[in-house]
């Protein structure tokens, strides 16, 4: 759980914002329709923390189902050894590898050596 902390604060945080503006438009609304309607602070603190709280809940859940595991690398006690690479050709390999050109292979070639120079 790498971000559970940060997860929960922020949360937290957003649940009581979310909470606290929710009520002030609820409060405004009753204060609209009726007058005489006096604000309650306790209700204002009381969305606030149980914005909180459903915030926090709700930031962790993530961590809770899916919670994130770090696969730790082996170290390697030797470096990788190189493949062997061979020069010889062999005839299964394609030509463009084995250094055989076909008749298209080489027009391709005296084209490219001509636009470049070399077949002056």
Not at 32 to 60: I, M, N, W
Not at 75 to 103: A, L, N, R, T, Y
């Amino acid at each position: 759980m790498a971000n559970y902390k940060k997860h929960e604060s922020t949360g937290a945080k957003l649940g009581a914002g979310l909470g606290v503006v929710l009520n002030l438009i609820s409060q405004g609304a009753k204060r609209k329709s009726d007058p005489s309607y006096r604000f309650d602070f306790g209700e204002l603190l009381a969305a606030g923390f149980g914005g909180a709280g459903l915030g926090a809940v709700t930031g962790v859940l993530p961590d809770i189902l899916e919670p994130a595991r770090h696969l730790s690398i082996p170290e390697q006690s030797e470096p990788p050894i190189p493949p062997k690479v061979s020069h010889q050709s062999d005839e299964s390999e394609p030509p463009f590898f084995s250094g055989k050109f076909s008749g298209e292979n080489r027009r391709l070639v005296a084209k490219t050596e001509h636009v470049i120079g070399f077949g002056d």
